[in-house]
């Protein structure tokens, strides 16, 4: 009864309190996650894979669900209305981006936390508080330019300046199509201008999530501070800058870190991974585009699941075509070169004809041209619903203000 009272819920107490255990939720799902999920990895595959669908459905339908909740009441109309902005969007992904690395653990195993260098429940639950990938290394081995603090926290301070940067260009895109009407009119009116701006600004937008993992790189990055350990902590950012990459492998390598580690370890490798890839890379595309339906309901209120899997299936077959491609170049290269010396091993031999692969400009074209039309295809074929953002509301989030009036989205 008392949350019902008006004069109870605009007092700055509740307002504090609300958002402050909106905050708290999330990190204690993460925690709770990364702890649980170093107790289990010695655990049987069958019966931790098991635990972990159990606690991930459960942990995050309760943050998301409160969070949202919390966040809707508190925040502006511009920010909380997904067809106003795209904030309430990329806050989504962050979330996601964050739960879905606290809860790899739970289905990697000791696979997951030896690759990150994890060896103690304090690094595992460290770990899991990252909306990035965390990386546990040691101080010999470890790739910084300069072990210590100091080179991670100057990175971290350099992603972030990167940040800005890309959301400065992005407010002069944004400002530019709003002082000429006639240019935005254009653009839409036009499917391949359309696809190929909407591209473009959506790698912008998805840029910013890495906001908090460059905090977190910030805070915690660097040399650790037990004198008695010999490990740097190392922060990898969710997203790259995508819209300049040339394959669908790094596309995939780039985009939604995090996430792609947890179907990594869900779905790909418990299937065969590359060595049966005609089964592996659908189910891993199946996984992930059932795993969206959720999100345009929630978000927008709307049916998109024909849209996700039209997107979804365009990538799945870009992905295929990449993969029969490079097994295709590599098999005739291991015949041409089967005169080879006999000390030279397998994995040299395979070395050296990605080398060989990667070098040839024919093939260069190929993967870029592939990448960047699947892209647009995918972009094309689902913006208006399972996107639920269009150049209006895109640009509405980079000027931080309603501006545009989207007419295009289809919210029936």
Same mark, same amino acid.
């Given at each position: 009864?008392?949350?019902?009272?008006?004069?109870?819920?605009?007092?700055?107490?509740?307002?504090?309190?609300?958002?402050?255990?909106?905050?708290?939720?999330?990190?204690?799902?993460?925690?709770? *996650?990364? @702890?649980?999920?170093?107790?289990?990895?010695?655990?049987?595959?069958?019966?931790?894979?098991? =635990?972990?669908?159990?606690?991930?459905?459960?942990? #995050?339908? =309760?943050?998301?669900?409160?969070?949202?909740?919390?966040?809707?009441?508190?925040?502006?109309?511009?920010?909380?209305?997904?067809?106003?902005?795209?904030? &309430?969007?990329?806050?989504?992904?962050?979330?996601?981006?964050?739960?879905? %690395? *606290?809860?790899?653990?739970?289905?990697?195993? %000791?696979?997951?936390?030896?690759?990150?260098?994890?060896?103690?429940?304090?690094?595992?639950?460290?770990? *899991?508080?990252?909306?990035?990938?965390?990386?546990? &290394?040691?101080?010999?081995?470890?790739?910084?330019?300069?072990?210590?603090?100091?080179?991670?926290?100057? &990175?971290?301070?350099?992603? /972030?300046?990167?940040?800005?940067?890309?959301?400065?260009?992005?407010?002069?895109?944004?400002?530019?199509?709003?002082?000429?009407?006639?240019?935005?009119?254009? $653009?839409?009116?036009?499917?391949?201008?359309?696809?190929? #701006?909407?591209?473009?600004? @959506?790698?912008?937008?998805?840029?910013?999530?890495?906001?908090?993992?460059?905090?977190?790189? $910030? /805070?915690?990055?660097?040399?650790?501070?037990?004198?008695?350990?010999?490990?740097?902590?190392?922060?990898?950012?969710?997203?790259?800058?995508?819209?300049?990459?040339?394959?669908? &492998?790094?596309?995939?390598?780039?985009?939604?870190?995090?996430?792609?580690?947890?179907?990594?370890?869900?779905?790909?490798?418990?299937?065969?991974?590359?060595?049966?890839? #005609?089964?592996?890379?659908?189910?891993?595309?199946?996984? %992930?585009?059932?795993?969206?339906?959720?999100?345009?309901?929630? /978000?927008?209120?709307?049916?998109?699941?024909?849209?996700?899997?039209?997107?979804?299936?365009?990538?799945?077959?870009?992905?295929?075509?990449?993969?029969?491609?490079?097994?295709?170049?590599?098999?005739?290269?291991?015949?041409?070169?089967?005169?080879?010396?006999?000390?030279?091993?397998?994995?040299?031999?395979?070395?050296?004809?990605?080398?060989? #692969?990667?070098?040839?400009?024919?093939?260069?074209?190929?993967?870029?041209?592939?990448?960047?039309?699947?892209?647009?295809?995918?972009?094309? /074929?689902?913006?208006?619903?399972?996107?639920?953002?269009?150049?209006?509301?895109?640009?509405?989030?980079?000027?931080?203000?309603?501006?545009?009036?989207?007419?295009?989205? %289809?919210?029936?």
């Amino acid at each position: 009864s008392l949350l019902d009272d008006s004069s109870i819920m605009e007092t700055w107490q509740y307002r504090t309190l609300s958002m402050t255990t909106a905050m708290a939720i999330p990190f204690c799902a993460s925690a709770s *996650a990364g @702890y649980l999920g170093y107790s289990l990895r010695r655990m049987q595959p069958g019966y931790r894979w098991g =635990i972990g669908m159990g606690f991930t459905a459960l942990s #995050m339908s =309760i943050s998301g669900a409160y969070v949202a909740k919390m966040l809707k009441a508190r925040l502006s109309e511009y920010a909380r209305n997904p067809f106003v902005s795209g904030w &309430r969007l990329l806050a989504t992904v962050t979330l996601t981006l964050w739960m879905a %690395n *606290a809860h790899t653990g739970l289905f990697g195993g %000791n696979k997951y936390f030896a690759a990150h260098g994890i060896d103690s429940h304090r690094k595992a639950v460290l770990n *899991a508080l990252c909306a990035g990938q965390v990386y546990f &290394r040691p101080k010999t081995k470890s790739t910084s330019p300069a072990a210590g603090r100091t080179s991670q926290r100057y &990175r971290s301070c350099v992603d /972030l300046m990167k940040v800005c940067g890309v959301f400065g260009a992005g407010h002069v895109i944004s400002k530019l199509i709003q002082q000429n009407p006639s240019l935005k009119t254009t $653009i839409e009116s036009n499917r391949f201008l359309n696809a190929e #701006m909407l591209k473009l600004l @959506y790698c912008f937008a998805f840029y910013l999530t890495n906001v908090s993992s460059c905090v977190y790189g $910030i /805070l915690f990055g660097g040399e650790s501070d037990d004198d008695a350990s010999e490990y740097v902590v190392e922060v990898v950012k969710p997203y790259k800058f995508v819209y300049t990459l040339g394959s669908v &492998r790094e596309f995939w390598k780039s985009w939604s870190r995090p996430v792609g580690e947890f179907l990594r370890y869900v779905v790909y490798e418990p299937l065969g991974g590359r060595k049966n890839m #005609m089964i592996s890379v659908p189910a891993l595309f199946a996984w %992930n585009g059932l795993s969206h339906y959720q999100l345009s309901r929630n /978000l927008y209120g709307l049916d998109a699941d024909r849209d996700w899997n039209k997107l979804f299936s365009v990538l799945c077959g870009a992905c295929l075509v990449q993969i029969g491609a490079e097994n295709y170049l590599i098999g005739q290269y291991f015949q041409k070169d089967a005169d080879s010396p006999d000390d030279v091993s397998q994995k040299q031999k395979l070395e050296q004809a990605k080398e060989a #692969m990667n070098s040839n400009r024919v093939w260069q074209v190929f993967c870029f041209g592939l990448v960047h039309v699947s892209m647009s295809v995918a972009v094309d /074929l689902a913006y208006r619903k399972a996107f639920g953002a269009d150049l209006s509301i895109l640009g509405n989030t980079f000027l931080l203000q309603p501006v545009f009036v989207s007419n295009s989205i %289809n919210r029936e």
